[in-house]
């Protein structure tokens, strides 16, 4: 898959209220960058230059500015209290419109992913499944998600444990990476 045919969605709707009410997409690194900054970063770094952040109450305004700063797209999350589903669902409507080969399904909450992890998933990924990131045998996140599967990703709400009921049935492709981010 070619980075100038995918794209980046950041999942940020959450409440953050195992971190006392704090929006993840905008705690900041050592390096003084947002959460949502690196991994905009990092995505532009391996050659992705389209996205969208899910965002909901109570940050969505906060998170939003941020993100329309960097040149994404808002995707405001209509119905946020039925979990990060709901997100994913909403994200991969959007995504279904712009004719991207392949997605990044990219919680907010892991910024430290290195490019390099980036282009290994984009070389990997097939057509019908995608590529999921592995280290020491676990598999991690972004997961590199292609088209074929957001139609069901635009479905996944209602299933036993969501999208990785649609990602585990699709069998994506484990990539070893060195990258604990």
Known sequence: MQASDALVLVLAAGRGQRLGGAAKALLTLRSGETYLERIWATATAAGIARGAVVVGPPHGTQVAACARRLGLVVLDNPRPEFGMASSIEHGFTWAATTGASGALLWPCDHPK?????????????????????????????????????????????????????????????????????
């Open 113 to 181: 992913v290195a490019p390099a992890t980036i282009t290994a998933l984009l070389s990997a990924a097939s057509a019908e499944a995608g590529a999921v990131p592995e280290v020491d045998g676990r598999g991690g996140h972004p997961a590199l998600v292609a088209r074929a599967l957001f139609g069901e990703l635009t479905r996944c709400q209602h299933l036993p444990e969501g999208a990785r009921t649609v990602l585990r049935a699709a069998k994506l492709a484990r990539i070893p990476v060195a990258d604990p981010g």
